[in-house]
């Protein structure tokens, strides 16, 4: 195999940026957590204030709506996900809710992104408590990695806290993006949505499926997936080289001609135009297979390991 990327991303020791892309649909009422159970790829009993998963609500066929970060959040839920296609997840996860004490709405909650190794010193400074979710004034403080945090809070927080942020730079929510990518952490887009089932984007991988729990929607599908091995394709990590304004749509090397590969599932692109980019192909690909920009006859592109194990 290939080795690891080599496209690196130099992170001021504590920096944070907004999240403009992202949002949560905000759950409260006195059945959230059993709806959520039956609706939802995670275990949501299981989860403890103090702790937060990632997840998939699926349609019956087990293709997903929506793919997010489930956390307790004001006396509630919160499944913080991208939002390109949010407003459909809500639609779909909230169908059956009119027969449950449960209401499931967008949050006006912003999303600021907390990167750097002193991300976690900056979150102890503001915060109470020593778990990886937290509360916060109006909103939650919660951690993703051992150097990015996500504070998900009202408007007006932000001004609060910028005098606390004074030391922090700055930078662009691409930043953000590039730890995802790199991570092999997935996201539903609104072009991708009902497209792939959880383990095709490796969420098996990243304990975002609970095989133990009982039913829910699209169980069947996802179940078979693991126990029969009737899932074909996986997520993997790309490097290569893109132009500013490059569509990442990509196509595979097959002898001597060129076949269609798919978009990316997320994607990252430094200011040299290195780039990187998640996508889905089927499992049996050679590791040697070449790649490029649909159209782009200058530049190849090749797989790189992910820093996970996708055989799960």
Not at 18 to 45: F, N
Not at 116 to 144: C, L, N, P, Y
Request: hydrophobic share 35%; glycine share 8%; proline share 2%.
């Amino acid at each position: 195999m290939s080795a690891t990327s080599s496209v690196s991303l130099h992170l001021p020791s504590l920096a944070w940026t907004s999240l403009s892309d992202w949002q949560a649909i905000a759950v409260t009422g006195a059945d959230s957590k059993s709806y959520l159970q039956g609706q939802v790829t995670c275990g949501v009993v299981q989860l403890d204030t103090e702790h937060s998963t990632l997840g998939a609500h699926c349609d019956a066929k087990g293709k997903m709506w929506s793919l997010f970060r489930l956390f307790h959040h004001n006396q509630g839920y919160a499944l913080w996900q991208h939002k390109s296609g949010i407003e459909t997840a809500l639609q779909e996860i909230k169908k059956y809710s009119v027969f449950s004490k449960v209401d499931l709405e967008l949050s006006s909650q912003i999303s600021i992104g907390v990167l750097g190794e002193q991300a976690d010193s900056f979150i102890d400074s503001i915060t109470d408590g020593q778990g990886d979710v937290r509360s916060i004034a109006s909103g939650s403080a919660i951690k993703i990695d051992s150097q990015r945090w996500l504070l998900l809070v009202n408007e007006d927080e932000l001004e609060s806290l910028k005098p606390q942020l004074q030391n922090a730079e700055e930078i662009s929510a691409d930043a953000w993006d590039y730890v995802d990518v790199v991570n092999g952490i997935p996201r539903v887009i609104q072009s991708q949505q009902n497209t792939h089932i959880p383990q095709t984007l490796n969420l098996q991988a990243l304990d975002g499926i609970n095989f133990e729990k009982g039913c829910y929607t699209g169980q069947e599908t996802v179940a078979r997936a693991k126990y029969r091995g009737t899932n074909k394709k996986v997520m993997r990590l790309l490097q290569g080289t893109a132009n500013e304004n490059a569509a990442f749509t990509f196509e595979r090397q097959v002898g001597e001609n060129w076949r269609g590969a798919g978009e990316a599932i997320a994607q990252y692109r430094n200011q040299q135009g290195e780039a990187l980019a998640l996508i889905v192909l089927n499992k049996d690909i050679e590791f040697d297979t070449q790649f490029r920009l649909a159209g782009d006859t200058t530049n190849t592109w090749s797989l790189v390991e992910l820093p996970y194990d996708i055989e799960q």
